[in-house]
T-cell receptor, first 116, second 113 residues
Framework: AQSVTQLDSHVSVSEGTPVLLRCNYS??????LFWYVQHPNKGLQLLLK??????LVKGINGFEAEFKKSETSFHLTKPSAHMSDAAEYFC??????????????FGQGTILTVHP | GAGVSQTPSNKVTEKGKYVELRCDPI?????LYWYRQSLGQGPEFLIY????????DSGLPNDRFFAVRPEGSVSTLKIQRTERGDSAVYLC???????????FGPGTRLTVL
């Protein structure tokens, strides 16, 4: 079984300040982990993914995430927020074995607001 | 290249009617997935095809929902006797056979009045 908990439903930051979106996961097997972004009226776009290589994963638009097995966390960070980062972000887990293979399990989403 | 496309982009129907939602995956992607995203929620898995066959349909909520992929490319999600609770955005995604990186379409927004 796999599940994801996004610890904040809303995060608000000022432009130019750091972003932290928190995610904890549960997985029966070695998971793949993803962050997707969804801008209003747009489709889901993959930001980055972890698949058991380096634990610090770099994605598009300056985002990165660190896989911490001991804490079952995969938090998303960015050093300096931009207005265009305002969107909803989803943490996603996928078991790479077993009956859940191929199935993505999404968190509830975190809405990021960026103030000028 | 072309991404995943879904038609229609919006569908309004009345309670009790039948609807079909179409998904065109990325060319060469053998795996195809359907998800449903209700307002304020993350997408939830419905069904997964590998080629023509449904490899996992455990997410279909009940027997009013059915999906096909007869030639291993285009897929159709069919909903019978629609209910107001079926209102949601239905998302389709595709991937290469041995990859779990899924590419999503823009979705079909279904509204049941």
């Amino acid at each position: 079984a796999q599940s994801v908990t996004q610890l904040d439903s809303h995060v608000s930051v000022s432009e130019g300040t750091p972003v932290l979106l928190r995610c904890n996961y549960s997985s029966s097997y070695s998971p793949s982990l993803f962050w997707y972004v969804q801008h209003p009226n747009k489709g889901l776009q993959l930001l980055l993914k972890y698949t058991s290589a380096a634990t610090l994963v770099k994605g598009i638009n300056g985002f990165e995430a660190e896989f911490k097995k001991s804490e079952t966390s995969f938090h998303l960070t960015k050093p300096s927020a931009h207005m265009s980062d305002a969107a909803e972000y989803f943490c996603v887990v996928s078991d790479r074995r077993g009956t859940s293979y191929g199935k993505l399990t999404f968190g509830q989403g975190t809405i990021l607001t960026v103030h000028p | 290249g072309a991404g995943v496309s879904q038609t229609p982009s919006n569908k309004v129907t009345e309670k009790g009617k039948y609807v079909e939602l179409r998904c065109d995956p990325i060319s060469g992607h053998t795996a195809l997935y359907w998800y449903r995203q209700s307002l304020g929620q993350g997408p939830e898995f419905l069904i997964y095809f590998q080629g023509t066959g449904a490899a996992d349909d455990s997410g279909l909520p009940n027997d009013r929902f059915f999906a096909v992929r007869p030639e291993g490319s285009v897929s159709t999600l069919k909903i019978q006797r629609t209910e107001r609770g079926d209102s949601a955005v239905y998302l389709c995604a595709s991937s290469l056979r041995d990859s779990n990186e899924q590419f999503f379409g823009p979705g079909t927004r279904l509204t049941v009045l």
